[in-house]
């Protein structure tokens, strides 16, 4: 089935360690966003990618680092540097190529710092 | 830059009756699209219904339909026949039409259907 892969669902992280979530999509989208949700609040954008090998940062990257090796595969590294990374993120992705194609979403993955 | 406010924390509606959802959005932008996204407990994120700025028609996905006010920049989602699938998180957001394809959000609704 075509989709977006998101993995692990549940991480843990303990301090001053690096994680890194993966975001898989089969759809032969061309652009891919990661956004950050905390709890009882909206989705804030932390990275996006228009096109391979190009990414540029959201409202919040500081922290948080991505590469765009491949058109299907958009990673997430949340770093040290990020002080409260306990939230659930949330893979993106899109045609790019026409702002009103709808853009579809993983099924998220919580991360927890122990 | 763009901003989106959805003014109700949280709302109730007895089953089968209608709710609407308030949103407000900020922009200089001429075109633009608006959408309505549901985020039930799963946390799965799903498109209920989306507007093009350059459309006067309000648009409508059976029980869903909205009141795109432009020139007061207002966006309310109408469900009509309340479920009990209907409840969860909605949130509305701003996407532009050119430049970087991303999406604003407001804070969500949360929305609790009563049987």
């Known amino acids: 089935d075509g989709g977006i892969t998101q993995s692990p669902k549940y991480l843990f992280r303990k301090e001053g360690q690096n994680v890194t979530l993966s975001c898989e999509q089969n759809?032969?989208?061309?652009?891919m966003y990661w956004y950050r949700q905390d709890p009882g609040q909206g989705l804030r954008l932390i990275y996006y990618?228009?096109?391979?090998?190009?990414?540029q940062k959201g409202d919040i990257a500081e922290g948080y680092s991505v590469s765009r090796e491949k058109k299907e595969s958009f990673p997430l590294t949340v770093t040290s540097a990020q002080k409260n990374p306990t939230a659930f993120y949330l893979c993106?992705?899109?045609?790019?190529?026409?702002?009103?194609?709808?853009?579809?979403f993983g099924e998220g993955s919580w991360l927890t710092v122990v | 830059a763009q901003t989106v406010t959805q003014s109700q924390p949280e709302m109730s509606v007895q089953e089968a009756e209608t709710v609407t959802l308030s949103c407000t959005y900020d922009?200089?932008?001429?075109?633009?699209?608006l959408f309505w996204y549901k985020q039930p407990p799963s946390r799965q994120m799903i498109l209920v219904i989306r507007?093009?700025?350059?459309?006067?028609q309000n648009a409508t996905e059976n029980r869903f339909s909205v009141n795109f006010q432009k020139a007061a920049k207002s966006f309310s989602l109408k469900i009509s026949d309340s479920q009990l699938g209907d409840a969860a998180m909605y949130f509305c957001?701003?996407?532009?039409?050119?430049?970087?394809?991303?999406?604003?959000f407001g804070q969500g609704t949360r929305l609790t259907i009563n049987p």
């Open positions: 993106a992705s899109s045609t790019g190529q026409f702002s009103g194609n709808t853009i579809y």
């Open positions: 759809l032969n989208h061309d652009a």
């Open positions: 990618s228009q096109i391979v090998n190009d990414f």
């Open positions: 922009t200089s932008e001429s075109d633009y699209y």
């Open positions: 507007q093009e700025a350059y459309k006067q």
């Open positions: 957001a701003y996407r532009r039409f050119q430049g970087a394809q991303k999406l604003v």
